[in-house]
């Protein structure tokens, strides 16, 4: 039997206020298990949990949830100024020390109900999640941003409602986090729907639901069995354009053929006619019916190639665009041996130390728990922060590509942003390069304040690596947060034509693998080499 559904979408209808439509008639139906939502940057994967949890309301349709739900969203908002108001326990807590204070009222009681282990399963939460050192009491103010989405997360887990949201939830988390995030999830006994782009969290869900287009489509098993489902589909795709290409060929082939053919009768029926002593109007009816019959033979011909190529738009509909940047950039090159960067003897803020000697093109993971200072580290090096002791060393020109991608200027084109950081370079050198960032034509015009997601991270790293000096060391700072599947694979073949040096601070393991990492550092009061994850 299917699972019961525990959330019904049916015919949701919603628009931009700019009257730029979304969803047009989507349905959709979620039993329980863990579902995966994925899908391109602005496909509306957010809005569509923001519909299911009612932040939002659809022009038409509906959306029906089986029992309690919770949602935690990619900016988390926490309730109340303490930790235990956020958790949603501090009445409970409240009334547990007014009865230990000899308090013995009704009221007390009643707010207590059967919850008297509370404090402890908050407790138990908590520190399933790693938040150990958080007392109930603590203010919220005093956490950092990995700590409350963590606190966001134990304050659902502690509800345990029957339908659960996740957006992008391992934003902003470390590693050690994540695999306690990861457990959780695969404890969860509800309904689960997660909007993530993190892998190892995907492989762990029972569906893939992918958001294409305005529709939803569902897929068995985890991210990989959907990226197999997928690869298969796409193969069988790229057969049928091959098979109605040969078709659409061949129809033009014989349309010319045929064409040919009614031009040799035309003439020889002329001549004849002018040769012959054939009656006038036996001559003319023979004419006609040979031009009614070539007519009609010649409309079967341009019938048969319109067919062809609706077959072969129907054929190339069915591709997806996989566009992957690949960027030549010999500029960026730094030979084996040379010194790109010295860390001596460097006291960063909030305490942690660091020497470093940076040789040659090293690709480098620089990896920590939250707090530990690796965005500070990075921004030390690049001289937007002074350190407190020590020196930083450049040999080569750095670029900084920081996690909320807010280089740029937001009412100046894609071309002019470019522009700006490489002002040499012409507008047919620049527009030709954008075009390998998958800018082409207009898109290169639009104004930064506009562009999605992944269209604003391609935008922010062609600024970085086609400016003038190109830069030989490149620092990153969790580039993947927020990015879709297309957008990671694009900046992972960006990042593999760069023949620079590579400092890359993330938690995102296998993205890290699969840029050929050489070195693998830990920032932790002081930064050392560590073994490959």
């Not at 992918?210 to 991210?223: D, F, I, M, S």
């Not at 590509?401 to 620049?430: G, S, Y």
């Amino acid at each position: 039997m299917p699972p019961t559904p525990a959330i019904i979408c049916s015919g949701l209808t919603f628009a931009w206020p700019d009257g730029t439509p979304l969803f047009t008639d989507l349905s959709l139906v979620i039993g329980r298990g863990r579902t995966g939502l994925v899908g391109l940057n602005g496909s509306g994967k957010s809005t569509l949990l923001r519909l299911i949890a009612g932040e939002l309301t659809a022009a038409h349709g509906s959306v029906r949830v089986a029992g309690e739900l919770g949602y935690v969203p990619q900016t988390v908002t926490l309730a109340g100024t303490r930790v235990d108001e956020a958790l949603g326990i501090a009445p409970t807590r409240a009334a547990l020390a007014a009865i230990e204070a000899g308090d013995a009222s009704e009221k007390n009681f009643a707010r207590i109900g059967s919850d008297w282990d509370v404090e402890e399963r908050a407790r138990a939460t908590l520190d399933s999640l790693g938040l150990e050192q958080v007392p109930l009491d603590r203010r919220i103010s005093e956490l950092s941003g990995g700590e409350s989405v963590l606190l966001s997360l134990a304050a659902q887990f502690l509800r345990r409602p029957e339908v659960l949201l996740l957006d992008e939830p391992t934003n902003n988390l470390d590693l050690g986090a994540r695999h306690r995030l990861y457990d959780a999830a695969g404890c969860w006994t509800g309904a689960m729907v997660i909007v993530s782009h993190d892998r190892e969290l995907l492989d762990r869900v029972d569906q893939i639901a992918e958001l294409r287009a305005g529709a939803v489509r569902l897929y068995g098993g985890n991210l990989t069995d959907y990226e197999e489902a997928l690869a298969a589909e796409q193969e069988a795709a790229e057969r049928m354009v091959r098979v109605a290409e040969a078709d659409m060929r061949r129809q033009r082939r014989e349309l010319v053929e045929t064409q040919t053919k009614l031009d040799r009768r035309v003439r020889y029926g002329q001549k004849m006619q002018d040769t012959s002593r054939m009656p006038k109007i036996v001559a003319n009816e023979r004419k006609r019916q040979a031009q009614v019959s070539a007519g009609k033979f010649h409309g079967t011909q341009l019938d048969r190639l319109d067919k062809a190529s609706k077959r072969l738009a129907e054929a190339e509909e069915a591709l997806r665009d996989d566009a992957e940047i690949r960027v030549d950039l010999p500029a960026t090159a730094v030979p084996a041996g040379r010194t790109v960067l010295t860390l001596s003897a460097l006291e960063i803020r909030y305490g942690a130390r660091a020497d470093l000697i940076v040789r040659g093109p090293e690709r480098i993971a620089l990896t920590g728990r939250n707090g530990a200072g690796k965005t500070t580290l990075l921004r030390t090096v690049t001289g937007d922060i002074g350190p407190v002791s020590g020196a930083v060393e450049l040999a080569v020109p750095v670029a900084y590509l920081p996690q909320r991608l807010d280089i740029l200027h937001p009412e100046l084109t894609v071309t002019q942003n470019v522009a700006e950081a490489a002002p040499m370079a012409t507008n047919n050198q620049l527009r030709a390069q954008l075009a390998r960032f998958l800018f082409r034509g207009r898109r290169a015009d639009h104004r930064a304040g506009t562009l999605s997601g992944g269209e604003l991270f391609r935008a922010a790293l062609a600024t970085l690596l086609l400016a003038q000096p190109a830069p030989q060391l490149l620092l990153l700072d969790e580039p993947t947060n927020s990015l879709d599947m297309a957008s990671m694979r694009q900046l992972s073949g960006a990042l593999r034509s760069y023949q620079g040096a590579l400092i890359v601070a993330s938690h995102d393991t296998p993205f890290l693998r699969d840029l050929g990492i050489t070195r693998w550092l830990r920032l932790d009061g002081e930064l050392t080499d560590i073994d490959p994850l």
